[in-house]
Structures are given as C-alpha cells and as structure tokens.
C-alpha cells in the first residue's frame, strides 16, 4: 500500500541520489527507525521503499479515515506543487527586489506576493481531508490557478532578463497544471 | 557543490528541461525521461548534477546580489525543512482530528498548528536575501526550533499508536535540527 | 470620504475618544507630528480627519499612486472583515478544541483552519494596490465568501451550544457579505 | 466580568448591533457614546457588557476551559496589535513598491515583508489557548518584538518622506510594546 510509484524500475543506487533531499530520510538512524526490532517482518524492498516515500504521501497514507474519491496521485502533486511555488515566488518576489532595475519589476513583486499566499493556503487546506467541502476546494484551486496563469505571465515576461523569473515562470505553471488537474478530477 | 556557475556551461536548451522541481524527480518515468534517446549526450556527470539541483538551490542561486557570510548548504536544508515540517504539521493535526480518541491529542493538535505556522513564515524569511537582518533571523529560527522541539515532542508522545505522529516527529526534528545548525553558522 | 459611517451623528469631541483602540494614535505627541512645521497648512478639520481614520483607511489614503476605480469604503470594510474573520476562526478552531465533545466538532474545525487561512490571504492581497489583476482579485473574494459561507454554515449548527462558534458565524457572515458587496463593485 | 452567558436572554436583532467588530475600542467613554440620546432602549446592564466586548475579547471570554494566569488585558492588546501590524507592514511594503524611488526602499519592503509574517504567525498563536507552552509563545513573542523593531526602525527613516512609512513605524512601535509587556507578564 506504500508504494512510490514514480520509482518503479529505477534501480536503488540511481534512486537513491535522485531524491529530492527535501523529503529524503536524512536524519541518522532513521533505517534502523524504521527497521526496528519491534518490527521484525521489516524487509529490505520495505525498507526502501519507505526511504523513497515523500513526507506529503507518507501522511496522505497515514490519514486515519478515507480520503474519499479523491485522486490520490493528482492531490498529491498538487500540494508540492503549491508548497514549491510558494518558495519560489517568495523568493523570486526577493529577487527582483534585489535587481537594479527594480522599478520595472513592480507588478512582477506584487504579483510574487499574492501567488506565494495564496498557493501557501491552497497547499495547507489540501493537506487537510476532515470534514472536505468541494466547494471550497473548488474556489480555492480555482483562485490558485488563477494566481499562477497571473504570476507566471507577469515572470515569463523577465524570463530572459532574469533567471530567477525564468525558474519562478516554471513552478508556477507546474503549480497552475496540478490544480487544474486536481480541479478537473474533483467529483 | 551546487554553483550557479554550474548551469554556465549547459545551453539554454538543455537548461530548460534540465531545471528539475523539488519534486520531479519520482514523478513516473522522470529517469527515463532525462536519459530519453533524444539526449544520447546525456552525460552521467550531468544527470546527476541536474538532478540534485531544486528550486530552492536555484533561487539561491540565481539571486542577483551577494548572499553575504551565510553558509549556503545550511540554509538551503533549512529552508526545505521549514516547509517541510509546515506541510507535515498542518497533515498531523488534519490526521489527528480525525483520531477516535481526538481527544487525547488537542494538545498535539494545537503544537501541529503553532509549528506549521511558524515554519511557514521562517521558510519564507529564510527566502528573501534582501535587506538581512540579523537580530531577525536569529529570533525567528529561535523561535522555529523551538516549535519544533515543543511540537516533536508531543508527536513522539503518540508515535507508536499514531504513525502519522511518528513520521511528523521526524520532520520536526530535521527542521528543528536544520534551524540550529543554521543558528550555530550565523556570525 | 474618511467618515466612518457607525459615527454618523455623533459629535466630533465624542468621536475623538471613540476611535477603535486599534487604530487610534496612542503615540505621545502624534498631534505635534501631524502638525510639523513642515505642514504648516495643518487646519483643526485636518487633524480632526486624521484622528478618526483607521490604519487600514490611512494605508489607503496614503499610497502613492492611483488605487484605480475601486470603491475605497467597501474595500476598506473587506480588509478590516477578512483580518477579523481570521482571527476569529482560528480563536474558534482553538475553543473547538477544547470542548468536551470536541469529536463532534472536527468538521467545524477545519472549516475554521481553511476559513482563517483564507481570509488572511485574501485580506493580505487586498492590502496590495500595485500591479493590481482584476481577476486574481475576483478569484480570490470568490473564493473567501465561498469559506466563509461553509464555515458560517458549521459554526452556526453549534451556536446555540457554543457562544464562540454563534460569535464565529457572525464573523464569517459579515466577511462573506463584505466580499460579496466588493465583488459586486468590481468593475 | 465578561461572561459568555451575559449574551444569552438577549434578542437577536439586539445581538446582530452590539456585534462590534474587532476594531472597535473599549476606551473609557465609549460607553456614554453608545448609549446616547438616539439609543433610548438600550438598558445600561446589557449595554455596558457587550459593547465594551471585541470579537477578540469575546473570543477570550468564551474559550470553554481556563485562559491561565495569562493577563488577558495585555493578551488582548497584543492580538489586536498583532493583527494590525500585519495589515498596515503589507500595506507599507506595497506602498513603497509604488514610490518612485522604490530603489531606495528595498530594505524597508523586506523589513515589512518579514514582520508581516511574523505578526500574523504570533497573532494567530496567541489566540489559541488549548496546550499552551510557554516557552514557544515566549520565543515567538521576542522574535515578534525583534520584528516590529527592526520594522519599525527601517519606516522610522523614510517617515518624514513617506506618510505610509510613518503610520507603519507607529504600527510597529504598537505591537513591539504589547509583545514586551505581554512578555514581562508571563509568569
């Protein structure tokens, strides 16, 4: 039942390196955590595969109810999708700041700040599964796509100029993808 | 290790499908996919150099003014384990809530909900370069470790009966951890 | 235009002491610092006027550019709405928690939790003029009545039992009206 | 003196008025505004008690369990001030984005950007009760203080030059005082 399915077929050594160290396992001791003697049925396939689980689908597994009809994959990858680009408008929103030619970048910062709250609410309330109202989370992806056609657009126009708004353009056109896929797999 | 010279060398081209999220690496086939035939040039080197790279590493640096003293590879962790922990926390008390014996873990619940908060808002402060103050950021990871402290101890409380607990404990102590390691590079 | 309509009729000396402690200009020698040499036009209605604005009204008396046609007062009330709101819903979430029979207040809760992060973003974007994008503006008061009518819904079914949950629903009541009547402005 | 209970024999329609919004003050007088001459009905015992209530007040009073030795006065002062240091630092970042020597105002927009977030994170904890620990609320309160000083020091500069920046700077002396004095009364 915990299985990460993105990693099927990729042997353990590439696998290993190629997790974002954002969600590895890195604090010391955590396979033998994992592999303690209270749980002796603990193989070795079981072992990485929890290494490779991310926290954000180890706690969608871990939810003690049913999560409902909703797409797991979909939901999943939406909350990443909202928390990095509430990062990286935050810190594109900083960047731009930081150039000389700041004053040009105005609508750019705004548009930052606004995309980084409200991606950062839609990322907590979908980490949230008690009592789910559809039509807030409707509105809320909606408002969150919205946001990042917006912050995307006013980033992509610097892309070439600015580095920094070339990466932001990405996450938020990645974090625009995810909601309209979550929006349209809503039953 | 990671140097905003490292994407010098690589054309604009290959930059482009090159800039993996956080969170890309397990998304299905994604190893496939950086080695697909149309990159017969993929060099091993350049893989994994690629993919270790995040956003967050990115932004970092493509800032465009000096970052000053602070020890890049402490910071980076440590922003990740902020919104880590904040994405982890607000699932634990979602998790919790729905617990039959909720009652036993308001306590739990409302540590859940103070260290989401504020490691929401010390990720983001670590996120900006702009303008640094000190005083600030010391107070604020300060402030996030011990959150975390409070909040990893009262997960570790049910970590046993509650794995959604367990693995929350865990983020917390990264975070935690990442927060002081942070604290101890600052001059 | 700064009038604050609840003080219609009431004369100015009682006015003076009947600003919300909020707001009011507590700062010893205020009067003095309005009235610097360096505005030497300061008139009495001028203070008079100064004294009776809101922080939220100063903030958008004082902004430096065009606030474009948005009506100010139904803006002003929106801001004051969804920061009251906010704080009232996660005070809710928190009584919730408290109460003996608080597994039968779950569903409350987490309307409360979405409903404050929401208004709090919501309220934070409306504080921003610049670079203003009518339909993230749009999407997002859409998207803050739609929580606030769900969390009013819940809050309410449990204000006969709860006074802080009869306290709540007025709140969100009165945000999701203000937002509503904003909405309705927008051009 | 402030009891839930004291709301219940009253009329709704007399509740929906004596409803007052979180900014509304309880400065010594306001109770002889509200009961003038054009509000004849209104008896003295329910007048005094629920107009003097904020939401956050009401909030305070009708948490089910017990507040602590906690001063609810200073409690109150600094959610309010918390909660209003937050809107006008995102209304002076925003501001400043728009003066045309933003150039010169960059350390000042991530002052306001950083205590902004803090506020709101410290206005929110110390509104919930359930599981108090000291030792964050203290942590978090100092890093607030440390916030609004740095904030407040940064507006101070452009004050004279920025009407926005002087009523921010004030904001922030507010909220920096009520987080000492709520400091110096933990026990």
Redesign the interface.
Known sequence: MLT?????G?PAT?RS???????R???PG?HE?VCAPHRPSCAPHHRMKEQ?M???E???D????DLGGIDRAKLT?C???C??C???C??????C????K??DL??????N??C???C??T???L?????Y?A??TR??L??CA??CT?CGD?CEQHASM???CR??A??CR?CERACRELISSLT
């Open positions: 990460s399915s993105g990693n099927a990729i590439i390196w190629a997790m974002p160290s954002v969600f396992h890195t604090s955590y955590l490779y991310h926290t954000v180890q706690m969608l871990t939810y003690p109810k990858e909350i990443q999708a928390f990095e509430a990062q990286t935050t810190a594109c929103a900083d960047a700041l930081s150039e000389d700041v004053a105005t609508q750019c910062i705004r548009a700040l606004d980084a709250d409200i950062t609410t990322g907590s309330a980490s949230r599964h008690t009592g109202d039509n807030v509105a809320l909606e408002a919205t946001a917006s006013s600015h580095e920094h990466i932001c990405e996450a990645r």
